[in-house]
Nanobody, 112 residues
Framework: VQLVQSGAELRNPGTSVKISCKTS????????IAWVRQVPGQGLEWMGR????????RYARKFQDRVTFTVDTSTNTAYVELNNLRSDDTAVYYC??????WGQGTQVTVSS
């Protein structure tokens, strides 16, 4: 099983970022993909999850107004898009096939 994420991103406040997570080695629709982030100096923060089979989503309350999870079952890839970025969104973002397999993480830096 592999989860490979897209590369680091630098964004200005108020803009959006979209991160990809390409999976392989298992049947994509058989398990959720969850998204978790780690802000510098803090613990892991669960953002939510998506079911690739029916595209059903569940978002953490903190993010539900700004985040969108999608999947492309033709490429076995999951995406997270975070809108209206703020400086405190600077973090490493991870996708996970809960919670045994993890992507390598994507650094998102929000700075003007």
């Amino acid at each position: 099983v592999q989860l490979v994420q897209s590369g680091a991103e630098l964004r200005n406040p108020g803009t959006s970022v979209k991160i990809s997570c390409k999976t392989s080695g298992y049947t994509f629709i058989n398990d959720y993909i969850a998204w978790v982030r780690q802000v510098p100096g803090q613990g892991l923060e669960w953002m939510g999850r998506i079911d690739p089979e029916d595209h059903g989503t569940r978002y953490a309350r903190k993010f539900q107004d700004r985040v969108t999870f999608t999947v492309d079952t033709s490429t076995n890839t999951a995406y997270v898009e975070l809108n209206n970025l703020r400086s405190d969104d600077t973090a490493v973002y991870y996708c996970t096939r809960p919670y045994r397999w993890w992507g390598q993480g994507t650094q998102v830096t929000v700075s003007s």
